[in-house]
């Protein structure tokens, strides 16, 4: 079925191109704007670089998340400098169609970015993304350091071993090296000429094969991904008097006197104002202290450390990063392999049990357990 779909849309699709002239015959300046290197990362804005078949289907889900700044369609992984989108079609160049995503990773991490990317495409595709055959559409990685490095192979791993897939996932993973932006007729395509891309997107296959293989979970990033925080009147009428006054006014709450101080199931915790995850049950300890203790938060969740200097001495502040909810604070009291303790007031979290992970929108934590 999948193969009849595909044979069908690749005829429908290059008659697209015949109808309304758009890249696939289409003539245009070969002169694109180059990005030797692509952007500039700092502690603020850092960058993603993905490759998952035609560009055009790969921005709008990236440019729908809070954290986001720019989401750019261009080329990578070839040796040719500044190549044109007709030289890179041709499959000679050795680039790869890509998105550059520009974020800020204390809004949204790069792991999320992972999760979105991989409900766009078939990683299980060598020869190219649906009707687009060649290398030039095949799928790709390319982190920008270690770190991404790391985060990278460890999801694509739990990918393959999740069974999602009837093959192995071959979606290689490697080092960044330079971005060549596309020129303007290609950038937010989707939104420039909706209707040429809704043909295209829909009878590609696309569409159909990421139905099949993630049902309704696909067009469901993580439900905090898009967080906005409401403002203060609504959140004091969705939270409770103890955690509005917790999360958005500093407070502490009663030692021995609170939800999960004792709590031994299985979970993670998340952010009651926004649903981010925060903490593990894998990493919690009873500390004797009356609160719940973690050694470290969930690894590649990025937390606010702030000065504290309330008391007569300074403590460190911990607060969240998407929902500014003040969470607790870190002592270095903590047993090994950190030393630390993550003190968090029960009323700024919400546990989310292992068996509701999935169905809450949390899958990829499963792997922790």
């Known amino acids: ?39 500039t990362q700092t502690d603020a804005v850092a960058l993603a670089t993905f490759a998952g078949g035609c ?67 078939d990683p299980t595709d060598a020869g190219g993304s649906f009707v687009d055959r060649g290398a030039q559409y095949s799928s790709a990685i390319y982190f920008h350091d270690e770190e991404q490095r790391q985060l990278a192979i460890a ?5 393959d071993a999740s069974g999602r897939y009837p093959k192995l996932i071959v979606t290689e993973i490697m080092p960044y090296t330079a971005f060549y932006a596309a020129q303007d007729s290609h950038q937010d395509y989707y939104q420039q000429n909706k209707i040429r891309y809704r ?12 139905d099949e293989i993630w049902g309704e979970s696909r067009m469901d990033p993580p439900k905090y991904a898009g967080f906005r925080k409401p403002s203060d009147k609504e959140l004091k009428q969705r939270l409770s008097d103890l955690q509005y006054r ?57 937390l606010v450390e702030r000065k504290d200097r309330k008391l007569f001495y300074t403590r460190i502040e911990l607060r969240s990063a998407m929902a500014d909810s003040h969470l607790g604070h870190i002592f270095n009291d903590g047993p090994p392999p950190t030393g630390l303790r993550y003190c968090v007031n029960s009323a700024a979290l919400r546990f989310v049990a292992v068996e509701d992970l999935q169905q809450e929108g949390y899958g990829k934590f499963l792997s922790l357990f």
């Open 246 to 302: 917790v999360t958005q006014r500093e407070a502490t709450e009663r030692a021995f006197d609170n939800t999960y101080w004792d709590n031994k199931r299985a979970g993670i915790y998340v952010d009651v104002v926004s649903g981010e995850p925060l903490f593990s049950s894998t990493e919690k300890y009873k500390s004797g202290t009356g609160w719940p203790s973690f050694t470290r938060p969930i690894k590649g969740v990025h």
């Open 1 to 39: 079925m999948r193969t009849f779909i595909r044979r069908i849309g690749a005829s429908l699709v290059l008659a697209a191109g015949l109808v309304f002239g758009t890249s696939y015959g289409e003539a245009e300046n070969p002169q694109l704007e180059a990005v030797q290197g692509g952007m």
């Open 155 to 159: 999801s694509r791993k739990e990918l």
């Open 55 to 121: 560009f055009w289907c790969m921005e709008p889900p990236f440019e729908k998340l809070a954290g986001v700044n720019s989401v750019v369609s261009g080329f990578s992984g070839g040796d040719e400098i500044n190549p044109s989108y007709r030289q890179v079609s041709s499959g000679r160049t050795g680039h790869k169609e890509v998105v550059q995503v520009s974020f800020d990773p204390g809004t949204v991490s790069y792991r999320e970015l992972l999760d979105v990317y991989w409900r766009q495409f």
């Open 199 to 210: 043909y295209y997107r829909y009878n590609s296959g696309r569409d159909a094969y990421l």
